[in-house]
Structure formats: structure tokens, C-alpha cells
């Protein structure tokens, strides 16, 4: 269990209660703040300053976190829209994971660089398999495979079929 420092005294009533009910949340995940990072597209930093009460989480860190602990998010999230009015100005984080990566902010999409490079090496591999099999769908058969080529002798040079020309004479 994470020993949490005291909240900062400034931080109002409602800004408390929700901080207090994440740092329940996480207890009740069992799941370190790396563990966290690792399953959420936040950070271990974002994470700590969130749980620390020094900024206001975001508002998919809370449904996240909820979905996670399988909390009530109705509620979770009532609780979060008080805290975010009450949360001293200046102070707040933009309501979801932020576009471009910040230095100390949350992370995009896979809660590390490890993530969005893994991501990345399997799109491109699955875009190399798809070329190549359609590659070798669209060229040609090798020249000894007759199974896709026009059996000889089928047609005449005249365009009548010799089957069908056999039985009659000339």
C-alpha cells in the first residue's frame, strides 16, 4: 500500500474528496504507479501529481482509474466535475490525454515510447504482409505451372473450337 503525503491545505473541499477517493481507487487496483502507466495513457508522473493533489487529474484519468478499481463512474465522475469547478485556476489539465507529449505530462497511447514504437513496428509489419501477399497474388505464375495457363490446341486459329470440328470432315 503507497503511503500518500498529506493534501496541500489549500486545495479545496471538493478538489479533496475526489483525490482521496483515486487514492482509494488505486489501493484497490493492487497496482503500483508504474503498473498504472503501463495499463492507462498516463504517465507514473502524471499519476503521482494527480494522487498528490497537486494537479487536477483529467477527466479520463478518473474514468480510467474507475474502470480499472470497477468503481461506480456515475459517481466517480459527479466527483470529478465538482472538483474540477472548485480546483484552484490555473492549476488544471485539459479533460483527456493531451495531443502532443509533454515533457512530464501524460503519454499518448500506450502509456510509454516502448508502446507507440511497438505499435508503430506492428502496423508496419502487418502493412509488409499485406503488400507481399498481394504481391504474389497478382504476378504471374512461374513458367512451368500450366495449371492458370490456356490448355494448347483448344481453339483453332479460325476461332472454332477442334472438338467440335472433329466430327465432321472438311
Same mark, same amino acid.
Given at each position: 500500500?503507497?503511503?500518500?503525503? *498529506?493534501?496541500?491545505? $489549500?486545495?479545496?473541499? #471538493?478538489?479533496?474528496?475526489?483525490? #482521496? !477517493?483515486?487514492? /482509494?481507487?488505486?489501493?484497490?487496483?493492487?497496482?503500483?504507479?508504474? #503498473?498504472?502507466?503501463?495499463?492507462?495513457?498516463? %504517465?507514473?508522473?502524471?499519476?503521482?501529481?494527480?494522487?498528490?493533489?497537486?494537479?487536477?487529474?483529467?477527466?479520463?484519468?478518473? !474514468? /480510467?482509474?474507475?474502470?480499472? $478499481?470497477?468503481?461506480? !463512474?456515475? &459517481?466517480?465522475?459527479?466527483?470529478?466535475?465538482?472538483?474540477? !469547478? @472548485?480546483?484552484?485556476?490555473? /492549476? %488544471?489539465?485539459?479533460?483527456?490525454?493531451?495531443?502532443?507529449?509533454?515533457?512530464?505530462?501524460?503519454?499518448?497511447?500506450?502509456?510509454?515510447?516502448?508502446?507507440?514504437? &511497438?505499435?508503430?513496428?506492428? $502496423?508496419?509489419?502487418?502493412?509488409?504482409?499485406?503488400?507481399?501477399?498481394?504481391?504474389?497474388?497478382?504476378?504471374?505464375?512461374?513458367?512451368?505451372? &500450366?495449371?492458370?495457363?490456356?490448355?494448347?490446341?483448344?481453339?483453332? +486459329? @479460325?476461332? +472454332?473450337?477442334? +472438338?467440335?470440328?472433329?466430327?465432321?470432315? *472438311?
Amino acid at each position: 500500500m503507497t503511503r500518500w503525503q *498529506p493534501l496541500p491545505d $489549500a486545495l479545496p473541499r #471538493e478538489a479533496r474528496h475526489l483525490v #482521496e !477517493q483515486m487514492r /482509494v481507487l488505486k489501493g484497490r487496483t493492487g497496482l503500483s504507479l508504474a #503498473e498504472l502507466a503501463r495499463r492507462t495513457a498516463y %504517465s507514473k508522473s502524471s499519476w503521482q501529481r494527480y494522487l498528490s493533489g497537486a494537479k487536477l487529474p483529467p477527466r479520463g484519468a478518473a !474514468q /480510467v482509474l474507475g474502470r480499472l $478499481a470497477g468503481a461506480d !463512474q456515475p &459517481r466517480l465522475l459527479a466527483l470529478w466535475e465538482l472538483a474540477e !469547478q @472548485a480546483w484552484p485556476q490555473g /492549476v %488544471s489539465e485539459p479533460a483527456g490525454p493531451p495531443e502532443a507529449p509533454a515533457e512530464a505530462g501524460p503519454e499518448p497511447s500506450g502509456g510509454s515510447t516502448h508502446g507507440r514504437w &511497438r505499435t508503430a513496428a506492428l $502496423a508496419a509489419f502487418a502493412v509488409i504482409v499485406l503488400l507481399v501477399a498481394g504481391l504474389l497474388w497478382a504476378l504471374p505464375r512461374r513458367a512451368g505451372d &500450366r495449371t492458370t495457363a490456356r490448355p494448347r490446341g483448344v481453339f483453332s +486459329r @479460325a476461332g +472454332r473450337s477442334r +472438338r467440335a470440328s472433329r466430327g465432321r470432315r *472438311p
